[in-house]
Each structure stands twice: as C-alpha cells, then as structure tokens.
C-alpha cells in the first residue's frame, strides 16, 4: 500500500491535470514554501496563488506523474507538463524532478527542477534557449514576480 504521502503527491498532480488550483492549494501548509528555474522562494499564500495563475492561464494541459516516492518527512517525483504556451502559442514539454517535505500530511516544501533552457526554446523558439543565461533569467524572474503580485492584488 502507498504511503499516504505518495498519495498526496499522485492526488496534487492530478488536481494540476484537472486545472484544479483549489484542489493543488488544500494539499499544502499554509507556511509552504515552493521554487522552481522560474518562481523562486514563494511562501505562504504565494504558493497556491501561483497554482492558480498558472492553472488560469493554461489550456490543454496534460500531466503525468511516476516515481512518486514518499515516507513521513519527505519525497520526489518525476513529473512532465505538455501544454500551449499563452504567450506564443507554441507547445511546451516540460520535463521535471520535484521534491517535497511534508508535515501532518500537507506539503511544507516544494522544490521543482527542470532545463531553464530547454523550456524557454519550446516556449519562444531558439531565442529561448537565452533564458538559461542569468541575467536573462533574473529578468524573466522579476517579470513573473510581477505577474504574480498582481494576480494576487485582484484576490
């Protein structure tokens, strides 16, 4: 039988395969912390708020999820995203490894890695592959920051 945290982490990425932000906020602390190439160091509400961005600006998304593995502090998994890219319309794969810690069974931490390159030249085309540059990517950064607090000022 799984752990009931692997079960957290199958029932979050199916809530994300669904678009279900409300579902993907009820499975983190309220103190959450989250990070990824793009979103880095998000907390507290920021987290499920950038769930619901997300999820509000994507259409024909798919996720799949596999080598979920979980005890009672921590787990991974491996997770792949393909959907249209808002911006440009192009499709995008992305290809990730997630890690968790939990506490009383929700998400206290959350931390995705992926090819900040290989994203962004899916997303925009070759150009893209400039984003794994930093001083490209502090900029995509503070732009997607930006987005956020402002989705997040209209509640």
Same mark, same amino acid.
């Given at each position: 039988?799984?752990?009931?945290?692997?079960?957290?982490?199958?029932?979050?990425?199916?809530?994300?395969?669904?678009?279900?932000?409300?579902?993907?906020? $009820? *499975?983190?602390?309220?103190?959450?912390?989250?990070?990824?190439?793009?979103? *880095?160091?998000?907390?507290?509400?920021?987290?499920?708020?950038?769930?619901?961005?997300?999820?509000? *600006? $994507? /259409?024909?998304? /798919?996720?799949?999820?596999?080598?979920?593995?979980?005890?009672?502090?921590?787990? /991974? $998994?491996?997770?792949?995203?393909?959907?249209?890219?808002?911006?440009?319309?192009?499709?995008?794969?992305?290809?990730? *490894?997630?890690?968790?810690?939990?506490?009383?069974?929700?998400?206290?931490?959350?931390?995705?890695?992926?090819?900040?390159?290989?994203?962004?030249?899916?997303?925009?085309?070759?150009?893209?592959?400039?984003?794994?540059?930093?001083?490209?990517?502090?900029?995509l950064r503070r732009q997607v920051r930006g987005d956020l607090a402002a989705f997040l000022a209209r509640g």
């Amino acid at each position: 039988m799984p752990h009931p945290n692997a079960e957290l982490i199958r029932d979050l990425y199916a809530a994300l395969d669904r678009g279900d932000a409300e579902a993907m906020a $009820a *499975r983190y602390a309220p103190d959450a912390s989250f990070e990824d190439p793009v979103f *880095r160091g998000l907390r507290g509400p920021e987290v499920p708020g950038m769930w619901r961005m997300l999820t509000a *600006r $994507a /259409s024909e998304m /798919s996720v799949v999820v596999d080598e979920i593995e979980a005890d009672d502090a921590g787990g /991974s $998994a491996h997770w792949v995203a393909t959907y249209p890219f808002t911006r440009t319309g192009r499709t995008v794969v992305n290809d990730v *490894r997630a890690r968790f810690r939990f506490r009383d069974g929700l998400i206290v931490e959350h931390v995705d890695r992926f090819d900040l390159g290989r994203w962004g030249a899916q997303a925009f085309g070759p150009p893209g592959r400039l984003l794994a540059l930093p001083p490209v990517a502090a900029l995509l950064r503070r732009q997607v920051r930006g987005d956020l607090a402002a989705f997040l000022a209209r509640g």
